[in-house]
Structures are given as C-alpha cells and as structure tokens.
C-alpha cells in the first residue's frame, strides 16, 4: 500500500492511564492528486482507562469510520454520538470529542477533493459534525462502513475499497484550476490581504469570494487568518516545552491579538489550553510531521 506506519509513544498525562496511538499513513495515488491529505487509519488503546477526550483544531472537510468504541463529537452547536461513520465540514472551531479503544480509518478533503466528491457548498456545512449516513452531503460514502468498520478485514482489503469508492465517485470540476491557485496562494502565506490573494489566485475579488464560500468553506480574510494560526499551533504542538512567544506566527502584531484569535478558533485562552493533556492529538500530530511532512491538514499543500 506504500503507507508509512509510525506508534506514538505513550501520551503525557496529569492522571490516569495513558494510551497508546499507533498512526498510519496512506499516500493516495497519483491519480488523486490534490483531492485528499491522506487516508490515515489509526488504532487507539487506552488500556484499563476510559475514554480519552481531545481537540481537534481547525481542520478541512473529513469523513471518519469507526471500528470498537464510537465517539462523542461537538463542534459549536452541532454533536455526533453512537455513530460509526462520521462526517465534518471544513471547520473554524475546535472539534471537542471523545473516544474509547478504537480502530479508525480517516479521510481528508482537500479543497479541490471537495469539488469532485462533494455536491454541497463548502459554506453551508462550515463547523459542523454530523452521521455521515444521515446527511446528504455524505451518504454516498457511507457503504464503505461496511468494509472499513468491520474489525475483520484486513488492512489491504479496506485500503483497496476506498480507491474503489473514491475512483467510482469521482467527477471532474470546472473550477479545479482556481481552486488550486488560491489553494496554493493561501499555504505560501505570502498574502496579506484579500486583494493580495485575488491577485495570487488571477481573479477578482468577487470570484474569489464565491470559490472559497463554495469549495473553501469560508471567506478569504477568515481562510487567511486560519492559516496564521495553524502555522503558530503546529509550531507550539511540535517543540515540546516551547512558550507561546516563541511559536506565535510573524505575522501577528502582538501576544494580544494572538490570545483573542486562540480564543476565536478554539474558543479558549492559550494557556487554558496549554494546560489540557492531548493524548490523542500530540501524538498524531508529531507521527503526521514525520511520515507526511506537516503536522495538520491545514498545511497540507494542493499538490505533492
């Protein structure tokens, strides 16, 4: 399958018993290029404990399948539990959950991946968390619960289902080439306003409005100010011990104005969240910068 398979060592915790995340990433072929961030599965044990709870920060659009115990998952005022297949929007808020000893497969809609596979406006399904075989949006994934909850088959055999899916959905879109220059215009960080992106994207700013509400998800000054935060979350994730000062983005004037956004993308002050253990997503985050090149979706470039 040409996948990179990386164990998490033991997560740190304040009490309790530490579980164990084992990571695998899943390049997708060629043929997918710029659709996805990667299909990852992942196996959580954690032991003689309950379920663990995290964050998940900001992300693009995900469909997850659930093999063991199934999560509990918010974001604003949207929530999912008892549920096998699970299905976000792009989001712009954290994804509080919960979750038991599991095995999961996950995959990431990139942009241009939402074009072919999604007949819904990116905008419409912003911050939400819902059963994928319930929402119109998804249904069409959900046969492959099938296969990938089914705690029998085989790694190979799950991996091959959702090529198999994936190559049967798939459906070109018009737009890609736009999708893919505003994509790449937003992850250089080098656009510091919107004018500035419209630029980078060749369109106008009144294209570029409707491109990033229908595939996006988002207006471009919010999408750009969700990159400068990613870059300074990741940053303070991966070096354990660093302070906020020494991760915060370049781009940000002060501590000031970097609390207020921590408080507007995971509606909490940074060190409230500097002091939550994170045993599911530290460990994931530092297997995905390792096997993947960048520790969130976010960062995730349109084309390898």
Excluded at 96 to 107: A, E, K, N, P, Y
Excluded at 201 to 211: A, F, N, P
Excluded at 287 to 296: F, Q, V, Y
């Amino acid at each position: 399958m040409g996948d990179i398979e990386l164990v998490g060592e033991p997560a740190r915790s304040t009490g309790g018993a530490m579980p164990l995340v084992r990571s695998r990433f899943h390049p997708p072929p060629e043929r997918f290029e710029g659709c996805f961030t990667t299909f990852y599965h992942l196996d959580l044990d954690t032991g003689t404990g309950g379920p663990v709870e995290d964050y998940l920060q900001p992300e693009w659009s995900n469909i997850r399948f659930f093999a063991g115990a199934c999560p509990e998952a918010e974001i604003g005022t949207s929530r999912v539990e008892d549920t096998r297949f699970t299905a976000t929007g792009p989001s712009s808020r954290p994804c509080h959950f919960r979750l038991g000893t599991s095995r999961m497969w996950g995959i990431g809609f990139l942009p241009v991946g939402w074009a072919r596979f999604i007949e819904a406006d990116a905008e419409s399904l912003a911050n939400v968390v819902c059963d994928g075989a319930a929402h119109p949006a998804f249904a069409r994934f959900a046969p492959l619960a099938g296969v990938l909850c089914d705690p029998e088959a085989t790694l190979e055999e799950q991996y091959d289902a959702i090529l198999e899916a994936m190559d049967r959905l798939m459906r070109p879109n018009r737009d890609e080439p736009k999708i893919v220059r505003v994509h790449q215009a937003l992850v250089s960080g080098e656009c510091a306003t919107v004018s500035q992106l419209a630029d980078a994207g060749g369109m106008s700013i009144r294209t570029l409005e409707r491109v990033c509400a229908r595939y996006f998800g988002f207006t471009p000054k919010l999408l750009m100010r969700r990159q400068r935060f990613m870059r300074s979350l990741t940053a303070f994730m991966l070096r354990e011990g660093s302070r906020w000062t020494e991760a915060m983005d370049g781009e940000y004037h002060d501590q000031a104005q970097f609390s207020r956004e921590f408080r507007e993308f995971m509606t909490m002050n940074p060190s409230e969240y500097a002091a939550l253990d994170h045993p599911i997503l530290s460990a994931f985050m530092e297997a995905r910068a390792k096997a993947w090149g960048s520790a969130a979706q976010t960062l995730d470039k349109p084309a390898r």
